[in-house]
């Protein structure tokens, strides 16, 4: 048996051993190389993506500086337009056509996409000095900035450039969600200079640039930032000129020959830059792909942020570069680690034999085998003369193991039997103990309620008696008293059902008349007419399904007397109204035939605790109207019949008395 589990037992605990003298011997290669390793390769991943975000950076000083370079010439276009001799002699001469073909000669000349004259009364196409950069010139100071012109004021312009600045947007991933079709604002490089007429009047010279759909300006950019060779092959550079979110000028492809013109932000980006004035420099998303990108705010001549510059270039190839130098770093370091580890283990295995071997016996024996052993002939040195002691004192081990198994076996059997000795004869006990507490119990109910039954009758009787005296010797003067005395024989007569149900309690057994067959369904219908004021007066819906074709033999008076005592109960718990439900179907109980009466109501419910109580005697919910017996007495008739009540209930989703009577034979 020891030779069979040696062999079939797993050889992990030699192999651990294996592993842990690797693992000191290598302790340099396996555990500070790589931590150093790992800290010098986190600290080189970070100085890659900051190298990628400087220049990303850089790109943007360029794009910007740019331009601020065409706010500027622009500017000192129309400033040298506004001083030179030729506008001068064209706004003084009486010929009305030289200034106009002066200002449409001079815009083709200087690339601008619009050039006019307005006066400081606002006589001009837009009205446009209540622009900022207007008014300033019209206050002598020149001034250049970029404003979001409407497309009606670009209409008035010209329409050209109306129809120009319209670009359909484009559904995008992650822009924030928009209920807009297209953008129809332009965005201008939108410049003024202060002038003054042949009639000494104030004027300014205004000039602009329609940024929309202008290639050639972001082309530009494009070509200064991302010249041939500055970006990795694979990789390439983008750049984008934002009106709010909506890309109005830009590089980047929608497809290979359709720009990304009328494509938004993402979210992200637009609430950085646009919502917080912030400059984005981090990995983005860009239509279709991710690359390293750069945003800042535009804002305009009121200060506000309308737009934003972008520049950017492919993530995909420094990404590739950076996991192809990282999956070299790590193959490289695999397989020097995997070179070493098995001249180690050769080295290690002659040396530790035999602590393998105790090693690997002694999982075995904590595995259950207790026959395991290192089978080592001979020792050669200090560790095989332990490796033999230990088989040694596994031998001790097992003997004394089966003593005490056999020793454990026999106590459990002696212990066992005795607690199951034991258990029975504590459920006799609770069960006999039960069974006297009620016995006694109904016992001292029923002798003091015969008592007190029988010294109410006596003054009842007497009272009744003289009652009838009084009526007799009044006469007709008994009708002045008549409401006072109609109220005094209704209360001895509910003295009397009180004491008659406390007699039926007591000695149900006198009480009980002779038993005959009933249709369940018939006695609830002559129930149901000794309750309907009760149903009326509550408003209360009642609904009725009798399936049950099976009869039941009880006495009539008191099947009635139960059903009547629930239908009461449920109504009294529906005050604000509500829906009794009245069933009788056939039910099998325990394998015997039988029928089921059940009644539901939607009132207040009960506890689980309430529900453990309602059945003792003179228990009651209903302070001052209840006796506390009718649940008792019920429960006790339909009891000697053979059947049972059951009840369900949750407070506040009413509750359902069954009850259950077996079928008649």
């Excluded at 001083?83 to 815009?107: H, M, N, T």
């Excluded at 001549?301 to 995909?316: D, I």
């Excluded at 004869?425 to 039960?434: D, G, L, S, V, Y």
Aim: charged fraction near 20%; include cysteine.
């Amino acid at each position: 048996m020891a030779e069979a589990g040696h062999a079939g037992a797993p050889t992990r605990p030699a192999r651990s051993i294996r592993f842990r003298l690797l693992a000191i011997a290598l302790l340099p290669t396996l555990v500070i190389l790589p931590l150093l390793l790992g800290i010098a390769i986190a600290r080189w991943n970070t100085k890659f993506d900051a190298l990628l975000i400087t220049k990303v950076n850089g790109d943007l000083t360029i794009a910007h500086q740019y331009l601020s370079r065409i706010l500027e010439n622009t500017g000192e276009h129309i400033q040298a337009l506004a001083v030179s001799a030729a506008f001068r002699d064209a706004a003084g001469s009486s010929d009305a056509i030289k200034l106009p073909a002066l200002l449409e000669k001079s815009r083709q000349t200087l690339d601008l996409d619009f050039l006019m004259l307005i006066d400081g009364n606002g006589q001009s196409a837009d009205a446009g000095n209540a622009w900022p950069v207007v008014a300033s010139a019209l206050d002598g100071t020149p001034s250049t900035a970029i404003d979001i012109f409407s497309n009606e004021q670009l209409a008035a312009i010209s329409q050209a450039l109306a129809n120009r600045a319209r670009i359909d947007l484009v559904e995008t991933a992650n822009a924030v969600p928009t209920d807009r079709k297209s953008e129809t604002r332009g965005m201008v490089v939108h410049s003024a200079s202060p002038v003054t007429l042949a009639d000494g009047r104030k004027a300014a010279l205004v000039g602009g640039i329609l940024l929309n759909q202008n290639l050639v300006f972001i082309d530009t950019i494009n070509d200064l930032v991302y010249r041939d060779a500055s970006l990795p092959e694979g990789s390439k550079g983008t750049a984008t000129l934002f009106l709010d979110d909506v890309r109005i000028s830009t590089n980047v492809r929608l497809f290979e020959d359709l720009r990304a013109l009328g494509t938004r932000v993402s979210g992200a980006v637009r609430a950085a830059v646009l919502g917080d004035g912030q400059t984005w420099l981090d990995s983005a998303f860009v239509v279709n792909d991710w690359y390293i990108s750069a945003y800042e705010p535009i804002v305009d001549s009121f200060g506000k942020r309308v737009g934003m510059l972008y520049v950017g270039f492919l993530e995909t190839p420094f990404r590739q570069a950076k996991y192809a130098t990282l999956l070299t770093i790590v193959l490289a370091f695999l397989i020097v680690t995997a070179i070493s580890v098995p001249v180690f283990l050769r080295w290690a295995r002659a040396i530790f034999k035999p602590l393998e071997r105790m090693s690997d016996t002694i999982a075995k024996v904590e595995g259950g085998n207790m026959g395991a052993r290192t089978e080592l002939k001979t020792a050669s040195d200090e560790i095989g003369r332990v490796a033999l002691h230990l088989d040694g004192l596994l031998d001790q081990l097992q003997q004394r193991d089966r003593e005490l198994r056999r020793w454990n076996e026999e106590l459990n059997d002696r212990v066992a039997e005795r607690t199951s000795e034991l258990e029975l004869a504590n459920r006799q006990i609770e069960a006999t103990t039960k069974q006297l507490i009620m016995s006694e119990k109904l016992a001292a109910i029923g002798e003091i309620t015969a008592g007190v039954a029988h010294e109410i009758n006596n003054p009842i009787a007497v009272i009744q008696g003289n009652l009838d005296v009084v009526r007799s010797v009044l006469g007709a003067q008994a009708d002045e008293a008549k409401v006072e005395f109609r109220l005094i024989d209704e209360q001895i007569h509910r003295i009397s059902q009180i004491v008659t149900k406390l007699l039926q309690f007591a000695k149900p057994e006198e009480y009980a008349g002779y038993v005959e067959r009933h249709a369940p369904a018939e006695v609830v219908s002559d129930c149901l007419p000794l309750v309907q004021h009760l149903l009326h007066k509550a408003e209360i819906k009642l609904i009725r399904t009798d399936s049950a074709t099976r009869l039941v033999l009880m006495n009539r008076t008191e099947l009635q007397q139960v059903a009547v005592n629930l239908i009461v109960n449920a109504i009294h718990a529906m005050p604000r109204g509500g829906t009794l439900s009245i069933g009788t179907q056939d039910q099998d109980f325990e394998g015997k035939p039988g029928v089921a009466l059940d009644i539901a109501d939607t009132g207040v419910g009960m506890t689980a605790e309430l529900i453990g109580k309602i059945f003792d005697p003179f228990f009651t919910t209903k302070r001052q109207e209840g006796t506390g017996l009718g649940l008792s007495i019920s429960q006790r008739l339909i009891a000697r019949q053979g059947g049972g009540i059951v009840v369900e209930s949750q407070p506040g989703r009413g509750t359902t008395f069954s009850i259950w009577l077996p079928e008649a034979s």
